[in-house]
């Protein structure tokens, strides 16, 4: 272990069946992360690119190797460099979904799918095929060679070799990046739904937010190798100190449900603990469960609440933290009801409106955008 | 026409060319397998000694072949002590130094087509419990199959058309090792020159034709040199 190495453990839950800890030095890069992971729900590993994510992914799954590495899963210990302990790839039981699909060109989709199951234990419980085939609407494939498959089909199929497995967790690393917007809009759905259906737990690799906010359950930002910050999507995005938040596109989602529409003025009212949101009308049933993303710089802070404004959404918040990590930019921490926010305004408002922790203030929300 | 010896020397020849290009298969295929994976620091002496009969005059080949088998030899004494004699000479003589010196036409082909496959597929065959060895015949031999073929069709092709190693090791013996570049060459110093055309016009053909399907079916995926 190096000296004076900070490590993060990450708080997300009591029992953590999955422990990973690495180390590694490539020069101009370095590793070094210790996490804590649930064993289920999806946890995306958030980042930049050249944040070390692949490479953690990667190295959970056995394809490289730490030189200082512990890993254990559902009790199993994967790898353990002080005891020389380094279980290879294919002996993990793990799911892999590639950036590029990799379906082996020489076989069809069958042939894929069927790849990996010759090769596990009759007496592991394999999982139902048919119905992963049914969720990502893949049956009428089968025979098709890989070369046959647009590029989303074959990331569904991908997908299916993975899961076909049955296997105790599902790796993937950046498996949208090569689909164009409406292919992504097309797979993204299946992948909650799988996870919800199958409970595996699922380590996703993304640089994208888009991504991050409708999938997440647990974030785990990355930065320069190291954890910069996890825990559940909404506090661990409305954090003000973390590099994703000083980024121009930096937003929090907040989870909320449906409690009621204003037909006439084509608007929806959204409830979370501690307010109402007031969103364009969504054809949502009352009750629905939605994620609402609201961009940082969409959002003003007021000290009272403003008689007269145009803006629906002013809502009573806490400053909970201030950030100052960019010339003339001011990231601010809100707490809104139980949901975090984050507010980017100029250095001078903030000194203006003698902004601290702890203080009370009004938000306005310009602009909401539904992820799910 | 062809003579009855023309033809003795013909089948001779296919016999050589096939054993020699069956064994270069057997040994080329882990030899390639290596060079394309293998980081150490041998690699580039493996890679230089494989090669080395594209470069070298084929006479120096056959004269340290003709050393270190003959009686005096490591390798002599070796197949002495085995019982099986010397091997200059004979018909395995020719057939080992046959695969020693076309083996970098099979060998690199493979090696060509061994790294085009890359390391992602390998990757996900481990995600997908292969083994390494099981990886290797269910995902990298029926990837590399236009690299076997070319592997195969020029291993065959160069042994045919080989010559110095031969009359150096093999000698001019009717039967045994006379092959069918060792014939053209009696046939020229005897001057018929007649029976020359004949053996040298179907050799031409055979070679042009082996090249054409190479460039055309195969494809010039892996065509060294």
């Excluded at chain 1, 991504?211 to 190798?225: F, N, P, T, Y």
């Excluded at chain 1, 404004?309 to 601010?332: D, Y």
């Excluded at chain 2, 090791?169 to 039967?175: E, T």
Aim: proline residues 6%.
């Amino acid at each position: 272990m190096k000296a004076g190495a900070k490590t993060r453990i990450c708080p997300i839950e009591m029992i953590n069946p999955i422990s990973a800890r690495f180390q590694l030095d490539y020069g101009e890069f370095q590793l070094d992360v210790d996490l804590n992971l649930p064993g289920s729900g999806i946890t995306v590993l958030f980042g930049h690119s050249g944040s070390g994510k692949t490479t953690l992914l990667r190295c959970i799954a056995g394809l490289q190797r730490a030189p200082h590495a512990y890993l254990e899963v559902n009790g199993n210990i994967w790898e353990d460099s002080r005891r020389k302990l380094f279980l290879p790839a294919y002996q993990r039981s793990l799911g892999y979904v590639f950036q590029e699909a990799n379906l082996f060109p020489h076989l069809s989709v069958a042939g894929n799918l069927q790849y990996g199951l010759k090769r596990i234990a009759k007496s592991a419980a394999s999982a139902d095929l048919q119905h992963i085939l049914e969720l990502l609407g893949i049956e009428h494939l089968l025979e098709r060679m890989p070369d046959k498959l647009s590029g989303g089909e074959r990331q569904r199929v991908a997908i299916a070799r993975a899961l076909a497995l049955n296997p105790e967790i599902l790796l993937m690393d950046e498996p949208l990046a090569s689909l164009d917007f409406k292919r992504k809009q097309e797979i993204l759905p299946f992948i909650s739904q799988l996870q919800r259906e199958l409970n595996i737990p699922v380590l996703y690799v993304t640089h994208s937010r888009q991504e991050a906010g409708q999938l997440a359950d647990q974030l785990v930002i990355l930065s320069a190798g190291r954890v910069q910050a996890c825990g559940p999507l909404p506090e661990t995005l409305g954090r003000s100190d973390t590099q994703l938040a000083q980024d121009m596109d930096a937003a929090s989602v907040w989870q909320v449900r449906v409690s009621g529409h204003e037909a006439e003025y084509y608007l929806t009212r959204v409830a979370f603990n501690g307010g109402v949101l007031v969103l364009p009308l969504l054809d949502a049933a009352i009750g629905t469960p939605l994620r609402v993303q609201i961009l940082a710089r969409d959002v003003s802070i007021v000290l009272k609440s403003p008689a007269a404004t145009s803006i629906l959404n002013v809502l009573p918040a806490t400053v909970t933290g201030i950030s100052e990590q960019t010339p003339g930019q001011s990231v601010i921490g809100l707490q809104v009801g139980d949901q975090p926010l984050l507010a980017h305004i100029t250095r001078k408002s903030a000194a203006l409106l003698g902004l601290w922790p702890g203080m009370a203030v009004y938000v306005q929300i310009k602009g909401t955008s539904i992820l799910n | 026409m062809i003579t009855q010896a023309d033809l003795e020397t013909l089948l001779l020849t296919f016999k050589v060319a096939s054993l020699a290009t069956v064994f270069m298969l057997l040994l080329g295929t882990p030899l390639a397998w290596w060079l394309t994976i293998t980081r150490s620091s041998w690699k580039g002496g493996v890679n230089a000694l494989v090669a080395l009969p594209l470069v070298l005059p084929p006479s120096v080949l056959g004269f340290y072949l003709l050393v270190l088998m003959g009686p005096a030899g490591p390798v002599g004494k070796f197949t002495i002590w085995l019982g099986v004699g010397t091997l200059p000479f004979t018909f395995a003589g020719l057939v080992v130094a046959s695969v020693l010196y076309s083996l970098p036409f099979v060998v690199q082909p493979l090696q060509t087509a061994f790294a085009a496959i890359g390391q992602k597929p390998l990757e996900a065959a481990a995600t997908l419990r292969a083994s390494p060895l099981d990886t290797f015949f269910s995902v990298v031999l029926p990837l590399a199959k236009p690299g076997f073929l070319t592997a195969t069709i020029l291993g065959f092709a160069h042994t045919v058309g080989e010559f110095g190693v031969v009359l150096m090791v093999g000698g001019n013996i009717p039967d045994k090792t006379r092959v069918v570049s060792v014939q053209i060459y009696n046939h020229v110093e005897a001057l018929e020159y007649r029976e020359a055309h004949w053996l040298a016009g179907g050799l031409l053909l055979f070679s042009f034709a082996v090249l054409l399907i190479l460039y055309t079916v195969v494809k010039p995926q892996a065509v060294t040199r």
